[in-house]
């Protein structure tokens, strides 16, 4: 058996409770694939900062980094300030390990309840940038709380950072049968990013003549992912606009509680983490309420990125059974109890 070392951080809200259900999927696959999964849990998120003040400390870090890959459940809560544990737990993880490639794969399972009418074929993946923009906390505040107050939050791109990026997304359509590539952005404002990712964009279209390349601002963006997302396949855009699209995406796909992520650092310097794209979901939490679908997929990519491609597309087909056999409402513990059952071959499909 080859073991894999996993560090885990449930972290907050539903955060816990869907990283279970991952947890469960990927007890059940372990043994199929001759493999074994060593956890260590990190108790990090909302709880720990009230008790120590403490987000990511510099310590925990470091053993995080030892481990073969992270999932992650999600974090934020009510009772903290908004910002604290989003920008010193979940940022600081993703800038420290490098996470350059958020990978955000949008695919419209059939039996999906979509709000569109005419949603097509929707098989899309957005290649959001996750180390620069307007996350990397270049801004301050002056004069806070008066009617002088001034704040600012500078987006850092840099064309190391934007290549990059740029260069794994255009690699990643080239392996994609339709091998198109839309750059979205807001060139006509943004002119000082925009121009770098548009350039950037098209020097390196030049060493993939088989890649269809497409602009669109990122409003025009909005309009044709509600319209015809199924004319995109991989987009790649900067860290905050693939932030809101990326959540368009899981709605347009049968909502947030589907949509499963990646945080990759392709170059293998540190390990890659996986979670949901979505957040703590305090208005549910505790309630046994929330799809734990994204997590269980967002392990499937884990799987991926471990060189487990048929563990990982076992999730694949599990979680598309189960959608397409959905009815009425399941307690978070009744769908990752179906899923597991299916990925352990206790269940037969339907035909
Ligand atoms: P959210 O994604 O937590 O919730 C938005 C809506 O989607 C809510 O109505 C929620 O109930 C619903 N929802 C989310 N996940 C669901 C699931 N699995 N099943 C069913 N319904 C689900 O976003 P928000 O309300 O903007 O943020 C809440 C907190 O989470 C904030 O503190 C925010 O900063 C944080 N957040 C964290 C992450 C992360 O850890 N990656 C992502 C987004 C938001
Ligand atoms: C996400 C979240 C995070 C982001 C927040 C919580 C920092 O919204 O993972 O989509 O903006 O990246
Ligand atoms: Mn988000």
Redesign the pocket.
Known sequence: TRPFSLAVVP?DG?GPE?TAQALRVLDVLAPQHGVTFERTEYDLGARRWHATGETLPDAVLEEIRQHDAILLG????PSVP?GVL?RGL?LKLRFELDHYVNLRPSKLFTGVPTPLAAPGDIDFVVVREGTEGPYVGNGGAIRVGTPQEVATEVSLNTAFGVERVVRDAFARAQARPRRKLTLVHKNNVLVHAGHLWSRTVETVAAEYPEVTVDYLHVDAATIFLATDPARFDVIVTDNLFGDILTDLAAAITGG??LAASGNVNPDRTAPSMF??V???????AGQS???PT?AILSAGLLLDHLGLPEAAAQITEAVEADIAERSGARSTEEVGEAIASRVAGEVSTVA
Do not use: T
Request: aromatic share 0%; hydrophobic share 40%; charged share 25%.
């Open positions: 972290g539903i869907v999600a974090v934020g809560d908004s989003e979940l947030i509680g979670e949901p979505h957040g703590s979901a305090p208005d549910i309420k929330a799809d994204a």
